[in-house]
């Protein structure tokens, strides 16, 4: 189960590294202008019925297929959008994956920034092919491999593979002159939906009992970005929703990529680290007893800043000292904070909008008792001087 589009056994890794730097700062403002060299197609698909509209889609993409003989795949993790895999040959070699917007999720998504972000991690080596795009959605390349549980994020040989790749990403523009995180902009918003679109529900005892008041959000709000902004942690190109099954372990070639890139954005490297550490426990059924110990925290981020370091700063001999690495470890898990509050609200917004079969309601009451629960014990730690 993933808040993207979600892969189970079956997933995508990235393809050849790109030379070009797709990212152009003049994008310009106003609507969507699509993703220079990606096809725009005017294809609308059902979300309800799926398979007319991903086989016009394959006549525009595949053209030599015979599309009597197109079989399709429904990937039923997805908790935001429907993913269905089109392929004609049983190893599914040339599938390609058509990924259809959830209802209302432009709420919370800016597809256009979405798509620049995407050809922004391909040209880096760190996603896959995208294809087109269509009236509510993409289609892009599909790769096997193995989409990461609870149990294998926890496996050192593979968990220093996600550092290491969660470095990659973090490096790429690392020493430009980067935006501001969208962190704060984000929270804000969700935050402005929920009082906007759920505040009639919200006073219902019997439903929303373990949902905090409205008020007490904007304060714990406030209390973050005042306590968290000073930190210190920088702002790189993050992923922002690293959960397991956004991870994608290619056995053969011995290296991770991620997919699901509807919340990249530039913020800070402290909240992507700990927002993957909450993904620990899971999703579907949340056993936060998984949350990675200090000790399994302190390898993940050695092997993290080692790998980082080297990127940014192009020496392979440089050396992570114990000062920066408990550095790393109290900003992580103060941000952690964060990650709990943002899906928190996420969920309250999906349970007005979604037709996701998944309890939002439930997911969001868990990530608020999460962080009440984990709020004093990490404001007690100190980032040594």
Request: net charge negative.
């Amino acid at each position: 189960m993933c808040r993207g589009s979600g892969l189970s056994e079956l997933g995508m890794a990235g393809a050849s590294d790109g030379s070009r730097d797709c990212w152009e700062t003049e994008r310009g403002g106003g609507g969507s202008r699509g993703v220079p060299g990606v096809p725009q197609l005017g294809v609308l698909v059902d979300e309800g019925d799926v398979l007319p509209g991903a086989l016009r889609l394959m006549r525009e993409l595949r053209p030599s297929w015979e599309l009597a003989r197109v079989k399709t795949k429904l990937f039923t993790d997805g908790i935001t959008n429907k993913l269905v895999a089109c392929y004609t040959d049983e190893d599914m070699a040339d599938a390609v994956l058509v990924r259809i917007y959830g209802r209302k999720t432009e709420l919370f998504v800016d597809r256009e920034t979405e798509l620049w972000n995407f050809q922004v991690l391909r040209a880096h080596g760190c996603a896959p092919d995208l294809y087109c795009t269509f009236q509510n959605g993409f289609c892009y390349e599909f790769l096997p491999g193995i989409a990461l549980g609870p149990d294998h994020v926890r496996d050192p040989c593979i968990y220093r593979l996600v550092a290491q790749e969660m470095a990659r990403v973090h490096a790429i523009h690392a020493n430009g002159s980067l935006p501001k995180p969208i962190l704060w902009q984000k929270l804000h918003e969700y935050l402005t939906l929920v009082k906007m679109d759920l505040s009639p529900k919200v006073p219902n005892s019997s439903l929303h009992q373990d949902v905090p008041s409205l008020e007490m959000l904007e304060n714990e709000l406030a209390w973050m970005k005042d306590t968290l902004s000073q930190l210190g942690s920088p702002v790189v190109l993050c992923h922002n929703d690293l959960l397991c099954k956004n991870i994608i372990y290619n056995r053969a070639q011995e290296h991770v990529r991620f997919i699901d890139y509807e919340y990249t954005g530039y913020n800070y490297q402290a909240f992507d680290i700990g927002n993957h550490f909450n993904e620990f426990a899971g999703v579907k059924e949340m056993d936060y007893s998984l949350y990675p110990s200090k000790e399994t925290q302190l390898q993940w981020l050695h092997s993290y800043l080692q790998a980082y370091k080297q990127l940014t700063q192009g020496d392979p001999g440089v050396s992570v000292s114990e000062k920066e690495l408990e550095a790393l470890y109290v900003q992580v898990n103060k941000f952690s904070l964060a990650s709990h509050f943002l899906w928190a609200c996420w969920g309250l917004i999906q349970d007005k909008y979604s037709t996701i079969d998944f309890n939002f309601l439930r997911y969001a009451k868990l990530r608020f008792r999460q962080y009440y629960k984990m709020k004093p014990l990490v404001t007690a730690l100190q980032i040594p001087k």
